[in-house]
């Protein structure tokens, strides 16, 4: 199959899921076309399977915002004429499917017909989707898609509870590649730079946006490393950051932390990583925890959105209430304060990641993908 995949090309989930799919499609023989306003940061054009095209947005006077839709929209009717691209696989409601649909629409004039498989992954929903200026575009959006998907249980529930939607919405989880990760068990790093032999290193790895909850993170670590020694590995950059420094610097534990910014060693990091802490408001998946379990790092997390349907509470890590900074701190030293039981929970969270493997997910993504180009075939003849 010839498929054009359009995403955020950021650090975000959604991205990265996007990004690992399209790269993986392509190791399975399909042609892949990347269409967005910037390289993906985990694409790698190594795979003669594998394009890109930038979306060039000319700036005008006239525009106090440029049209990204409408540059988009043109980009994909023009690639789709030059390489043959028989299908669009587009992520986020709003700008993705709203922009594909126009370009759907602008080769159907043509003779083309061409399905849309939409995949939700959250923000779409939970944030944006919600806001009265969207709600009817995203509504469209999903409705106009040939294909819905969504990454988790509760995602699909919050769609279907605040939009009026007619489409059904097929959950397919987001992944990780094990393969991948068992081939790079030869890390370079050394795990001294992070922290010393009797310490125990946490992670957490976000956009640190405020709906991630960075205070907590923050303060549960707090109330762990005075029991356990141990250290904080904070990866990602956002708005939250600033608060953040400040509050380990009042809290004393300047020592005791570091802030990694944006970082494409994140896997370094997780390869030495004790314990993984996600206390978010809401996560609709839990992208960053399953990472991290899959280098069997166990996770205390919330017990919001799609989370429950990643970490398993008291297998794979514990979940705890939002803002329940007490809880989550007592669960992390019942972890590590035992070498065995940390033995277990390690074993444990590999386990459970094993179940989000790309081999075990890539074929639902391909089952759909036949079923749609076979529905828009129907519709030619």
Not at 130 to 141: C, E, I, L, R
Request: negative net charge.
């Amino acid at each position: 199959m010839k498929i054009a995949i359009v995403c955020y090309p950021t650090f975000g989930g959604s991205g990265v899921v996007a990004t690992e799919l399209g790269l993986e499609l392509a190791l399975r023989g399909h042609e892949i076309h990347f269409i967005t306003y910037k390289q993906p940061v985990r694409l790698a054009l190594l795979n003669s399977n594998v394009h890109y095209h930038e979306v060039n947005v000319p700036e005008y006077p006239l525009f106090h915002y440029q049209p990204y839709e409408l540059a988009l929209s043109s980009k994909l009717v023009d690639m789709v004429k030059l390489h043959g691209i028989e299908l669009l696989h587009v992520h986020y409601a709003i700008p993705h499917a709203y922009a594909g649909y126009m370009a759907k629409q602008m080769l159907k004039d043509e003779g083309i017909v061409i399905p849309m498989v939409t995949t939700l992954h959250g923000t779409d929903i939970t944030l944006v989707g919600k806001h009265p200026f969207y709600k009817t575009a995203v509504t469209f959006s999903i409705n106009k898609s040939d294909v819905v998907t969504s990454v988790s249980e509760n995602l699909k529930e919050d769609t279907l509870k605040h939009f009026n939607i007619k489409n059904e919405i097929h959950v397919i989880p987001n992944f990780i590649e094990l393969d991948k990760i068992r081939n790079e068990k030869h890390i370079s790093c050394q795990r001294s730079v992070m922290a010393n032999k009797d310490e125990k290193i946490i992670t957490h790895i976000s956009n640190f946006r405020r709906v991630k909850r960075i205070p907590d993170v923050i303060k549960v670590f707090y109330n762990i490393q005075k029991q356990i020694p141990s250290k904080l590995m904070l990866v990602g950059d956002g708005p939250e950051r600033d608060n953040a420094e400040r509050l380990v610097t009042d809290l004393g534990i300047d020592d005791k932390v570091i802030f990694f910014g944006n970082s494409n060693e994140i896997d370094q990091i997780l390869s030495y990583s004790d314990l993984f802490l996600l206390p978010s408001e809401t996560e609709s998946f839990g992208l960053a925890a399953l990472e991290a379990m899959a280098w069997s790092v166990p996770v205390i997390s919330t017990n919001t959105g799609g989370l429950p349907e990643v970490n398993l509470n008291g297998f794979s890590g514990y979940l705890s209430d939002v803002g329940n900074i007490e809880e989550m701190a007592q669960n992390a030293i019942s972890i590590l304060k035992d070498d065995t039981v940390l033995k277990q929970f390690r074993k444990q969270a590999l386990f459970q990641a094993e179940k989000f493997d790309i081999k075990n997910i890539l074929p639902l993504y391909e089952e759909l993908y036949r079923k749609a180009l076979e529905n828009s075939k129907s519709l030619i003849n």
